[in-house]
């Protein structure tokens, strides 16, 4: 909720993430001229990811659930899927299935993150269910002057 980057989160993770169901999606279309490898890699990360939060995060140091939760990417891999489904055509997949693989990662994650900044009054103060999170939750290793609750900006996270 609060740890994720307001700015790199956004920008880097897609970018980044992209390589896995990318050579799934060539690998499965090469070979079987099967269109759903980005959407079964994806699926199959996402599972690894649950079962490593719960796992280690929540079962091992009881972290708060909503502090690690993966970032979901099953949107992107259906649209990159369909792309090549659609096109055949891998060209046209790295241009328009990427970008919309990066345009809709922010707006399919937004589901989960939208109600830890639901607004709320503490200590006199107006801060974010987020804010309160990460100010109240004290994480070994972490600078006091992240826990300091910023004032006034727009945030995008």
Known sequence: SDWKDRRLWVTVTPIVLITFPAAVQAYLWERFRQPWGATVCVLGLLLGEWINR???FWGWTYFPV???FPAILTPG???LDCMLLLSGSYLFTAIIGAMGWGLIFYPGNWPIIAPLHVPVEYSGMLMSIADIQGYNYVRTGTPEYIRMV???TLRTF
């Open 77 to 79: 891999a259906i649209i």
């Open 66 to 68: 909503n502090f690690v």
């Open 150 to 152: 910023e004032k006034g």
């Open 54 to 56: 719960y796992f280690n």
